[in-house]
T-cell receptor, first 112, second 114 residues
Framework: SQQGEEDPQALSIQEGENATMNCSYK?????LQWYRQNSGRGLVHLIL?????REKHSGRLRVTLDTSKKSSSLLITASRAADTASYFC????????????FGSGTQLTVLP | EADIYQTPRYLVIGTGKKITLECSQT?????MYWYQQDPGMELHLIHY???????EKGDLSSESTVSRIRTEHFPLTLESARPSHTSQYLC?????????????FGQGTRLTVV
């Protein structure tokens, strides 16, 4: 099964509202990353948080990481219609494999 | 914009045909990956490479094969395509030695086998 699972699977909000997406994972990690995917396109890296960090900000994005609960959240503030996309968390596991493993994604729709 | 390119973007072929999906990057990255993704679903790692002449199978069993003869090039081949291979295939690359490194993705190849 996948390392990460996002929650909710789909989220629909009005423009200007905040959007929160959650990610849970199973094994020890080196870091956790969030990516965005527009329909039918490749993924674009948004933000990376290391396992020894608890919170990170980038523009309208805020990411938290709780390694004791093996979970992370992505908050998008003041959402815009252009934020409509799928959002995936990805983890780099501790150890030698160091593969990037993706969760199932959250489909965010921001209504104008 | 990431300097990683996939061709073709869309491909419709008949069952039994041999196909090669191309992926090239100009960033000098050692690590390259192939992911398979059905519409609206999660990404599954099917192959990865840590450098020239290094290839490994990913978590999802795949009938495809890959090669890494040059750093910049990581083609994926299906010897005999079947309808079950219909999916989107995403190629990605990242730097090898840093743990804190993002992956850069190509635009994907959407394959339909009829």
């Amino acid at each position: 099964s996948q390392q990460g699972e996002e929650d909710p699977q789909a989220l629909s909000i009005q423009e200007g509202e905040n959007a929160t997406m959650n990610c849970s994972y199973k094994t020890s990690i080196n870091n956790l990353q969030w990516y965005r995917q527009n329909s039918g396109r490749g993924l674009v890296h948004l933000i990376l948080i290391r396992s020894n960090e608890r919170e990170k900000h980038s523009g309208r994005l805020r990411v938290t990481l709780d390694t004791s609960k093996k979970s992370s959240s992505l908050l998008i503030t003041a959402s815009r219609a252009a934020d409509t996309a799928s959002y995936f968390c990805a983890t780099v596991k501790s150890g030698s494999a160091r593969q990037l493993t993706f969760g199932s994604g959250t489909q965010l729709t921001v209504l104008p | 914009e990431a300097d990683i390119y996939q061709t073709p973007r869309y491909l419709v072929i008949g069952t039994g045909k041999k196909i090669t999906l191309e992926c090239s990057q100009t960033m000098g990255h050692d690590k390259m990956y192939w992911y398979q993704q059905d519409p609206g679903m999660e990404l599954h790692l099917i192959h990865y490479s840590y450098g020239v002449n290094s290839t490994e199978k990913g978590d999802l069993s795949s009938e495809s094969t890959v090669s890494r003869i040059r750093t910049e090039h990581f083609p994926l081949t299906l010897e005999s395509a079947r309808p079950s291979h219909t999916s989107q295939y995403l190629c990605a690359s990242s730097r090898k030695h840093a743990l804190d490194t993002e992956a850069f993705f190509g635009q994907g190849t959407r394959l339909t086998v009829v």
